[in-house]
C-alpha cells in the first residue's frame, strides 16, 4: 500500500510567515473560449511539503539539483511522537527509533493541526538542538517532520545550522495522520529546482507487508 504524506498546494493554506504564499493563476481556460486550460505557478522554495536542501542555512551545502535521489528513497522509521510539547533528545531515546534508522520521520501533534485551519500556527511541535545534535550522532541523514518548519517558531536558527551544517537533508510540511509507527519505503520526490535551497516534493510511503 501507498500512502500519500503530502499536503495538497492550494488556496487558501498555512504559509510560514514570510515566504511566499501559494497562487494558483489562470492563463487560460475552455469555459472562457480557449483552447486548453492552463495555468501559472507562484509558490516559495519552501511552500507545502518540500525538502530543506543543506545549502538553505550553510553556504557550503549542496542544493536542490545535487542531492541523489538515492537519499530520498529507501527504508524509513516513522517515530511517534504525540504527547510532547517539543522534540528533545530524551523523546527521541525513549521513541524506541531502531539504531540502524538513516531515514525518520517524527509523527507529532503536529499532524492534527492540517484539517482545523488555514492559518499558520505559531505553537507547533518543533525539535529542540539537543534533539537535533542526537540525529547527527546517530547519523539520520534523513529528518522529516509534519508542519512547515524543524525549528520552534521565533527561535535562533541553531537546529537547522546543525542539521544543514552536517549536511542533512530536513522534509518539512509531510501529513503523518494515517500513518502508524513502524518501518516504510520513503519516496520522497522534490522538484529539480537548479540552484535551490529547497523545493517543494511529493512525499509517500511504501508499506513494506
Known amino acids: 500500500m501507498i500512502i500519500d504524506v503530502s499536503v495538497p498546494l492550494r488556496q487558501p493554506m498555512p504559509t510560514y510567515p514570510g515566504d511566499a ?56 522509521w516513522v517515530a511517534d511522537l504525540r504527547g510532547y510539547p517539543h522534540i528533545t533528545a530524551d523523546a527521541l531515546e525513549r521513541a524506541n ?22 492559518e499558520f500556527n505559531t505553537a507547533y511541535v518543533a525539535l529542540t538542538p539537543d534533539a537535533a545534535e542526537w540525529l547527527i550522532r546517530r547519523c539520520v541523514d534523513v529528518v522529516g517532520v509534519d508542519y512547515l518548519s524543524i525549528e520552534r517558531y521565533g527561535a535562533t536558527p541553531e537546529v537547522h545550522h546543525l542539521l544543514c551544517g552536517a549536511g542533512k537533508i530536513i522534509i518539512e510540511g509531510l501529513n503523518l495522520s494515517a500513518v502508524d509507527a513502524g518501518e516504510y519505503e520513503l519516496l520522497c520526490l522534490p522538484l529539480l529546482i537548479e540552484g535551490a535551497d529547497g523545493a517543494p516534493a511529493r512525499v509517500a510511503l511504501r508499506t513494506l507487508r
Do not use: Y
Not at 40 to 46: A, D, E, S, V
Open 97 to 118: 527509533i531502531p539504531p540502524t534508522t538513516t531515514r525518520l520521520l517524527l509523527k507529532t501533534d503536529n499532524s492534527a493541526l492540517w484539517g482545523q485551519t488555514h
Open 21 to 76: 504564499p501559494f497562487e494558483l493563476i489562470p492563463v487560460v481556460r475552455m469555459a472562457d473560449g480557449g483552447v486548453c486550460n492552463g495555468s501559472r505557478l507562484m509558490l516559495g522554495t519552501h511552500s507545502g511539503t518540500h525538502i530543506d536542501a543543506p545549502w538553505h542555512f550553510n553556504d557550503a551545502g549542496k542544493r536542490v539539483h545535487e542531492i541523489p535521489l538515492a537519499r530520498l528513497i529507501g527504508a524509513c
